[in-house]
């Protein structure tokens, strides 16, 4: 997964999220590029959910 964190931003809480709403990962991120390993899940979408401060980013994932 490689969702890019704006300027600016450099840590945040990351989560991912299945349809269900349902955490499935929990990471802090440093830095503009996010590593996270989903070989383990099955086929779907699912969703990255980052926040810092006041913003908050979804980005939707689709696992082959």
């Known amino acids: 997964l ?19 709403g349902r955490i499935l990962r929990n990471k802090n991120t440093r830095g503009m590029t996010i590593s996270l390993n989903v070989s383990d899940l099955p086929s779907g979408s699912y969703v990255v959910r980052l926040s810092s401060g006041q913003t908050l980013l979804h980005h939707t994932v689709i696992v082959r």
């Open 2 to 20: 490689p969702p890019q964190l704006p300027e600016g931003i450099e840590s945040t809480p990351l989560e991912l999220v299945d349809l269900n």
